[in-house]
């Protein structure tokens, strides 16, 4: 089978005839349909993670939002079958740590993260190994096609979860979302649909623009203020109830606290890069004076994801509309190229394997 697989840091992922994976007696193997192409995948490929310990070793194969076929299972496997259409989690879990049991699996401390350990290969490919399917293996319903599976990648369920299950969001709550790429484009439309009132915060004119046809009610051009706190403040009489960091940067970071009422909750989304190193100054003394809460949310438990494609299947949540190109497997190094100098819009897909 045909991969893109990380020879260098930085450099063009190399496309390359590989051995198709096989199931293990608990795992199954996906054809690859589509597969997103993630500011993840990007901070694998340009080696950051070294300060977590976290950093995807030379010779992966990268590429961690895969919908497909199951194409193969293991003997032990009983929930899915070859011809099943499913999404792929890329937080994978065991199955059986206390964290699974009792529907944390996406914080498994025995899973994987698919497509970035040596473990579990990703799914730049045209197919990809599932560890542990009956439970990591979702299975898409009527009406939910692979480029919409696809495009819930890490991004759509990383904001459901920190939105609906984190933050927990009601209707009539004021939620800001700094950074617009393909996270906070997800979380726009994920709240604004969720019934929240939604303050977009980016410096590029055509995310702000994606942001307001996702939902976005009123949106603030950080480039065009001196104080953002200060402008979503005036924009919300007061703050906003929650605020979600979907960039990683400590100006965003910061901001986004900093824009709450009292009482308000933080969700940090965003991966720090280089620049900050997994550190972030915060305001401490504020964050006490005010009761702020500042939680952190990863993927999605995989047995939660029916919540989210209830509403996708519906057509209350569309994360078709922030689709903007779809690639062959062989542009995926230029695509990922482009994201240095944030010169992408929306959501990008791999849908051409070569097959």
């Given amino acids: 089978m045909r991969a893109a697989v990380l020879e260098a840091y930085g450099e063009p992922l190399a496309v390359q005839d590989r051995d198709p994976p096989m199931a293990d007696p608990d795992g199954a193997v996906v054809a690859v349909e589509a597969c997103g192409i993630c500011r993840s995948d990007w901070h694998a490929w340009q080696g950051h993670g070294d300060w977590?310990?976290?950093?995807?070793?030379?010779?992966?194969?990268?590429?961690?939002?895969?919908?497909?076929?199951?194409?193969?299972?293991?003997?032990?496997?009983?929930?899915?079958?070859?011809?099943?259409?499913?999404?792929?989690?890329?937080?994978?879990?065991?199955?059986?740590?206390?964290?699974?049991?009792?529907?944390?699996?996406?914080?498994?401390?025995?899973?994987?993260?698919?497509?970035?350990e040596s473990d579990v290969p990703g799914a730049f490919a045209e197919r990809v190994a599932v560890p542990q399917a009956d439970y990591n293996?979702?299975?898409?319903?009527?009406?939910?096609?692979?480029?919409?599976?696809?495009?819930?990648?890490?991004?759509?369920?990383?904001?459901?979860?920190?939105?609906?299950?984190?933050?927990?969001i009601a209707a009539g709550d004021r939620v800001a979302v700094h950074g617009c790429g393909g996270l906070g484009l997800a979380a726009v439309q994920i709240a604004s649909a969720l019934g929240a009132s939604v303050i977009a915060v980016d410096i590029r004119d055509e995310a702000l623009?994606?942001?307001?046809?996702?939902?976005?009610?009123?949106?603030?051009?950080?480039?065009?203020?001196?104080?953002?706190?200060?402008?979503?403040?005036?924009?919300?009489?007061?703050?906003t109830e929650v605020s979600v960091d979907a960039l990683g940067r400590a100006e965003t970071c910061r901001?986004?606290?900093?824009?709450?009422?009292?009482?308000?909750?933080?969700?940090?989304v965003g991966l720090t890069t280089d620049a900050?190193?997994?550190?972030?100054?915060?305001?401490?003394?504020?964050?006490?004076?005010?009761?702020?809460?500042?939680?952190?949310?990863?993927?999605?438990p995989p047995s939660r994801y029916d919540e989210l494609l209830r509403l996708v299947a519906d057509g209350t949540l569309d994360p078709g509309t922030l689709v903007t190109r779809r690639v062959a497997l062989e542009a995926v190094s230029e695509r990922l190229a482009a994201m240095t100098d944030y010169g992408t819009d929306g959501i990008e897909l791999v849908t051409e394997f070569g097959r």
């Fill in 137 to 168: 293996l979702v299975t898409l319903p009527d009406g939910v096609g692979f480029d919409a599976a696809a495009a819930l990648g890490c991004r759509y369920v990383t904001a459901f979860h920190a939105l609906a299950h984190r933050a927990d």
């Fill in 276 to 300: 900050e190193r997994g550190e972030v100054a915060l305001p401490t003394d504020w964050i006490t004076r005010w009761d702020i809460d500042v939680l952190g949310s990863r993927g999605m």
């Fill in 52 to 116: 977590a310990d976290d950093d995807v070793p030379i010779g992966q194969v990268l590429g961690h939002e895969p919908a497909g076929r199951v194409v193969e299972t293991g003997d032990r496997v009983t929930t899915v079958s070859s011809g099943d259409r499913v999404v792929v989690p890329f937080n994978l879990g065991d199955g059986t740590c206390s964290y699974c049991r009792n529907g944390h699996g996406n914080v498994c401390t025995s899973g994987w993260a698919l497509g970035f």
């Fill in 209 to 239: 623009a994606m942001a307001r046809e996702a939902g976005a009610n009123t949106v603030v051009d950080a480039s065009a203020v001196e104080d953002v706190p200060a402008a979503i403040e005036a924009e919300t009489d007061g703050g």
């Fill in 255 to 268: 901001n986004s606290v900093r824009c709450l009422r009292p009482r308000g909750t933080h969700v940090q």
